[in-house]
């Protein structure tokens, strides 16, 4: 058999073929038809429709079934961000985590926005027999959680509106924000206070404070950091604990601008 030069030998086509794809579409400033991916990528029709469905089902890419376009979703750009962000935000915010955590004796949580929704990165959990956890890596709503506020308080404006145009609002108790219109207000309170609550929004007896970390230069959020417990407990140390979530919110943001 003869050797292919480059390593070629080991390339496999269809993976090839999706960044070819997935690069036409990010380097278009508007929606693409099918045709003009398959002319641009250089990949044929079959091929090119069957990977469009494939990254559609998984969220990469939206389909406008009207108009027979394909967009990128923000999907592929969050794992793009987090990739950059992962391991400093990991261990700038790590010590700050603690502290909160020896403070109040409280669940404290890191996250990040991915495709719409809120995905915990860091979790360290209280030592109280009854507290408020959820798993490393496991996703949650923005409409229902105080991280999801804080975070979607301070985002760009056209990645906000294709957010909330996807967003399921599901009802989980009588307090939950079912109404983009009631989130939209609730955001703009978020931005004058400097952080978000979630007070039995997303679960009964369970309550959530958050604060953004933001981006020093441009002001947008890129994670967020929060104290989560049952009711009682956090509405009793709410301001104790708003005051060290902002200051530990804005030290892991201003350290994060000085490490990139």
């Given at each position: 058999m003869q050797r292919q030069s480059g390593g070629s030998a080991y390339l496999v086509p269809m993976v090839e073929h999706t960044f070819r794809i997935l690069e036409v579409l990010?380097?278009?400033?508007?929606?693409?038809?099918?045709?003009?991916?398959?002319?641009?990528?250089?990949?044929?029709?079959?091929?090119?429709?069957?990977?469009?469905?494939?990254?559609?089902?998984l969220g990469y890419i939206d389909h406008d079934a009207g108009t027979g376009k394909y967009r990128l979703t923000s999907k592929i750009r969050d794992l793009a961000r987090w990739s950059q962000l992962g391991p400093s935000l990991h261990q700038i915010a790590r010590p700050f985590l603690e502290s909160l955590r020896s403070?109040?004796?409280e669940t404290v949580n890191l996250a990040v926005l991915e495709d719409g929704a809120?995905?915990?990165?860091?979790?360290?959990?209280?030592?109280?027999?009854?507290?408020?956890?959820?798993?490393?890596?496991?996703?949650?709503?923005?409409?229902s959680?105080?991280?999801?506020?804080?975070?979607?308080?301070?985002?760009?404006?056209?990645r906000l509106d294709e957010i909330l145009s996807r967003c399921p609002w599901?009802?989980?108790?009588?307090?939950?924000?079912?109404?983009?219109?009631?989130?939209?207000?609730?955001?703009?309170?978020?931005?004058?206070?400097?952080?978000?609550?979630?007070?039995?929004?997303?679960?009964?007896?369970?309550?959530?404070?958050?604060?953004?970390?933001r981006n020093a230069s441009?002001?947008?959020?890129?994670?967020?950091?929060?104290?989560?417990?049952?009711?009682?407990?956090?509405?009793a140390k709410r301001n104790a604990i708003i005051a060290e979530l902002r200051r530990a919110?804005?030290?892991?943001?201003?350290?994060?601008?000085?490490?990139?």
């Open positions: 990010s380097g278009s400033s508007t929606e693409v038809r099918l045709k003009e991916i398959v002319s641009q990528a250089k990949v044929g029709p079959t091929s090119t429709f069957r990977i469009l469905r494939t990254l559609a089902k403070q109040f004796n809120i995905v915990y990165v860091e979790i360290l959990q209280s030592s109280e027999t009854f507290r408020m956890a959820a798993a490393v890596g496991s996703r949650a709503p923005i409409h959680t105080a991280l999801g506020k804080a975070i979607a308080a301070h985002i760009p404006q056209e599901t009802r989980f108790t009588r307090r939950t924000i079912t109404k983009p219109r009631d989130f939209i207000q609730v955001l703009a309170e978020v931005r004058r206070q400097g952080y978000a609550r979630d007070d039995e929004e997303d679960e009964h007896g369970g309550s959530c404070i958050a604060s953004p970390i441009t002001g947008h959020a890129v994670a967020g950091i929060s104290v989560s417990g049952p009711t009682h407990r956090i509405r919110s804005s030290a892991i943001g201003q350290s994060l601008e000085q490490t990139s």
